[in-house]
C-alpha cells in the first residue's frame, strides 16, 4: 500500500505545475503507468480524492492511461507481448530481453483553468 | 528527471510537445498541459543526491529486500562477522516500529541507524538522507540498507544504492518471483537463504526458484546459502568483495551505478517499439 504516498508524491507535482501554469484550478490530471511500475491503479484512484482534497486539485478527475507491457529480444530483436511474470521473447523464447513499454509511472499531462484568463 | 533539458521526450511521447500538444485546448475550452514526468522524480532526485553522498565518501550501498522474516538480519549478523575486519560496515534499519534490527547489528560492533516508518511499508530516499546524517561515511566501506520486510513497495523507491540484493528463504515458496516479480526483477542477487531447512522442505527447489527468475529477464546471480551454518557464505562474501573492488573502480574514473532496474532508463526509451 504505498499508493497514497505516490498520490502524494503526485499532488506535489501537480502544485508544482499548477504554479508554473498560473493555473487557478486543475480540473484533470492523466497518468500513464504500466503494469511493471508496481503500482495498482485502482488503489490510486481510490487515494486521490484524499491526496487532492482542499487543495488546487480538489474535484479534479484523475484518468490513469495503462500502458502495454512489451519487451525487446536482444537475441532476435524482434518486439512481442509480455506479461509481468513472463518477460521471455515471444517469438524465440530468450530471457535476454528489454521492456521496451510497461514500467510507466507518468504525470502525462494536466488539464487546468488559468488565473483570469478565458482558457 | 526534469521538464527543462528534454530527457523525457521519446519517439512515443513527441508529439505531445511539439506545436499545437503541449498546449492544447480541450473540448471544455480548458487547458491542457503536457508534463510527462516520473511521479516519484522528487524521490529519484533525492535518491541521486545520496548516491553523490556514497560515492564520494567511497561507500558501496547494498539494499536488502525480502519478505519479513526471511533472515535479512542474521544475514548482516553472519557478514558482519566474517568481513567486519575487512571492511569497515555500517547499517541502516528499516522497520515498521522498534530498534531491535539495529540493536541486532549493533552487537557485533558496527554502527547502525533504526528508521522506524511507522505505518509506511517501504523506506525512500528521503528517510535514508536523514539516516545518513547520523552515520560518518568517511568511516565506511559498505553501508547495508535493510528495507522493511515487504516484496511488493521498496521495489518502486530509490534509495540511491548501488546494487539490490533480494532474500527468498527456502520456506517461502520457490515461486515467489513469478509472484511478485516487480521487486524480484529489481535484483541484482538473489540470495536463496535458510538453506540448512531444506533437508526437511519437499517444495522448494532453489533451480526451480532461479527458474521464475529467468522469466522474469534476469540475468542475475543466484546463491543459495544458510547464514545459521555457514554453507555456501563464501560466495556472498566473494559477491560483496567483487562490487566493492567494482566501486572503487568506479570511484577512481568517476562514473556511479544505479541497481539492475532503472525506471528513469526505461523512461528513455519508453514505447519506442511501439
Redesign the interface.
Known amino acids: 500500500?504505498?499508493e497514497l504516498?505516490?498520490c502524494q508524491?503526485?499532488m506535489?507535482?501537480v502544485v508544482l505545475?499548477a504554479q508554473r501554469?498560473q493555473a487557478r484550478r486543475v480540473?484533470?490530471v492523466t497518468?500513464q503507468i504500466g503494469p511493471?511500475?508496481?503500482?495498482e491503479p485502482q488503489l490510486l484512484l481510490d487515494a486521490w480524492p484524499i491526496a487532492s482534497a482542499g487543495g488546487v486539485a480538489q474535484g479534479a478527475e484523475l484518468l490513469i492511461e495503462s500502458?502495454?507491457l512489451?519487451?525487446?529480444c536482444l537475441e532476435c530483436g524482434c518486439?512481442t507481448d509480455a506479461a509481468?511474470?513472463?518477460?521471455?521473447c515471444g517469438e524465440c523464447g530468450s530471457?535476454?530481453?528489454?521492456?521496451?513499454?510497461g514500467?510507466?509511472?507518468?504525470?502525462?499531462?494536466?488539464?487546468?483553468?488559468?488565473d483570469g484568463k478565458?482558457? | 528527471m526534469c521538464d527543462t533539458c528534454g530527457c523525457n521526450v521519446t519517439e512515443?511521447?513527441r508529439h505531445?510537445i511539439e506545436p499545437g500538444g503541449r498546449h492544447a485546448?480541450?473540448e471544455?475550452?480548458?487547458?491542457?498541459?503536457?508534463?510527462?514526468?516520473?511521479?516519484?522524480?522528487?524521490?529519484d532526485h533525492e535518491a541521486a543526491h545520496n548516491r553523490e553522498h556514497f560515492d564520494r565518501h567511497g561507500v558501496l550501498a547494498i539494499n536488502l529486500m525480502s519478505s519479513p522474516g526471511s533472515g535479512k538480519t542474521a544475514l548482516l549478523e553472519a557478514t558482519i562477522e566474517r568481513l567486519g575486519k575487512e571492511f569497515r560496515i555500517g547499517v541502516v534499519e528499516g522497520d515498521l516500529e522498534t530498534e531491535n534490527d539495529a540493536a541486532r547489528v549493533r552487537k557485533k560492533g558496527v554502527p547502525a541507524v533504526q528508521i522506524t516508518t511507522g505505518t509506511?511499508?517501504?523506506l525512500?530516499a528521503h528517510m535514508v538522507h536523514k539516516a545518513l546524517h547520523e552515520l560518518d561515511l568517511g568511516e565506511l566501506d559498505i553501508l547495508f540498507i535493510e528495507n522493511v520486510g515487504n516484496l511488493?513497495?521498496p521495489?518502486?523507491?530509490d534509495l540511491g544504492q548501488h546494487r539490490n540484493v533480494t532474500l527468498l528463504s527456502v520456506t517461502e515458496g520457490d515461486d515467489k518471483?513469478?509472484?511478485y516479480?516487480?521487486?524480484f526483477?529489481a535484483s541484482d542477487l538473489m540470495l536463496v537463504t535458510k538453506s540448512d531447512l531444506l533437508a526437511v522442505l519437499d517444495d522448494f527447489v532453489p533451480a526451480q526458484a532461479e527458474h521464475?527468475l529467468?522469466?522474469?529477464?534476469?540475468?542475475a546471480p543466484v546463491v543459495t546459502l544458510s547464514a545459521k551454518t555457514g554453507d555456501n557464505l563464501e560466495s556472498w562474501f566473494d559477491w560483496l568483495r567483487d562490487e566493492a573492488i567494482a566501486q572503487e573502480e568506479r570511484i577512481a574514473q568517476g562514473r556511479t551505478v544505479r541497481p539492475r532496474?532503472q525506471?528513469e532508463g526505461?523512461?528513455l526509451?519508453?514505447?519506442?517499439?511501439?
Do not use: Y
Not at chain 1, 511493471?36 to 503500482?39: C, I, K, S
Not at chain 1, 509481468?84 to 521471455?88: A, E, K, Q, V, Y
Not at chain 1, 530471457?95 to 513499454?101: A, D, K, L, N
Open positions: 500500500m504505498h504516498a505516490v508524491a503526485l506535489d507535482q505545475v501554469e480540473t484533470g497518468l511493471l511500475a508496481g503500482v500502458m502495454p512489451r519487451v525487446r518486439d509481468p511474470n513472463r518477460l521471455l530471457f535476454r530481453t528489454r521492456p521496451i513499454s514500467e510507466e509511472l507518468l504525470l502525462k499531462s494536466l488539464e487546468l483553468e488559468r478565458v482558457a | 512515443g511521447n505531445l485546448r480541450t471544455s475550452g480548458r487547458e491542457a498541459v503536457s508534463v510527462l514526468q516520473d511521479l516519484l522524480s522528487a524521490n509506511a511499508c517501504h525512500d511488493v513497495c521495489a518502486s523507491f518471483p513469478a509472484k516479480p516487480v521487486m526483477r521464475h529467468r522469466h522474469l529477464a534476469s540475468e532496474v525506471p526505461a523512461l526509451h519508453a514505447h519506442s517499439g511501439a
